[in-house]
Nanobody
Framework: QVQLVESGGGLVQAGGSLRLSCATSGRTFSTNAMGWFRQAPGKEREFVAD????????YYTDSVKGRFTISRNSARNTVYLQMNSLKPEDTAVYYC????????????????WGQGTQVTVSS
């Protein structure tokens, strides 16, 4: 089993920054690929970014490119999402997710999920 615990969410003004963290524990093989997703009220959950085990491969949805950065510290079993230049439309519950294999063509199909952390961006 894998446990994922997000932290770092909160309320921030537009243009501000937040850094989300996701602490992982359990079967490390199952966390080779890590991702961040978000779900806004009344909308479906959407992909935000993901990262390979080495950190050498990352991928972002178009709406966050140039503003968000995903990274990981394998020694600390933690994945981060640095969010800059936040916009009101970034308001959502952000979820950390994990799966065993990173794919450059499939940025979904994650097996494990955290409980989510709320990010609210005021205008």
């Amino acid at each position: 089993q894998v446990q994922l615990v997000e932290s770092g969410g909160g309320l921030v003004q537009a243009g501000g920054s937040l850094r989300l963290s996701c602490a992982t524990s359990g079967r490390t093989f199952s966390t080779n690929a890590m991702g961040w997703f978000r779900q806004a009220p009344g909308k479906e959950r959407e992909f935000v970014a993901d990262i390979s085990l080495s950190g050498g491969s990352t991928y972002y949805t178009d709406s966050v490119k140039g503003r968000f950065t995903i990274s990981r510290n394998s020694a600390r079993n933690t994945v981060y999402l640095q969010m800059n230049s936040l916009k009101p439309e970034d308001t959502a519950v952000y979820y950390c997710a994990a799966k065993a294999y990173y794919s450059v063509i499939n940025h979904g199909s994650y097996d494990y999920w955290g409980q989510g952390t709320q990010v609210t961006v005021s205008s």
